[in-house]
């Protein structure tokens, strides 16, 4: 579902690039931090890794503020996902980001193509 509201390919990068200090102390809860670490990222850090225009800036905070506690936390989980598994097989951020707000399109197609094959058998 969450993947429906951030659907934006530099709200991801932004968001793993803010959160990965949250990663040293992983707890499972870190969901409620979700917001805060964002925003503290984008206004105090100075950094902007994925080139947000200020209106970007705005609909991330904006869309991340209509998140319920679980949807922070599944958004969390896919980061966490990324940090744990994607940097050691050296699939850029960029990539991952892509990746991961396409693959739906791309999995109807792959499932489209397995159930063709299973039809031929």
Same mark, same amino acid.
């Given at each position: 579902m969450v993947i429906w509201m951030l659907t934006?390919?530099?709200?991801w990068i932004t968001m793993a690039a803010a959160c990965r200090s949250l990663l040293i102390d992983f707890e499972g809860n870190e969901g409620q931090y979700l917001t805060i670490e964002i925003t503290d990222y984008l206004e105090l850090s100075g950094e902007n890794p994925a080139g947000l225009t200020e209106n970007e800036r705005v609909n991330l905070l904006g869309s991340l503020s209509l998140l319920d506690d679980a949807m922070a936390n599944e958004v969390f989980n896919i980061l966490l996902a990324f940090w744990n598994e994607y @940097? !050691?097989? !050296? +699939?850029? +951020? !960029? @990539?991952?980001?892509?990746d991961l707000l396409w693959w739906p399109v791309w999995a109807d197609?792959?499932?489209t193509e397995e159930e063709e094959e299973d039809g031929e058998d």
């Open positions: 934006n390919e530099k709200y @940097t !050691d097989h !050296d +699939i850029s +951020i !960029d @990539t991952w980001a892509r197609g792959i499932v």
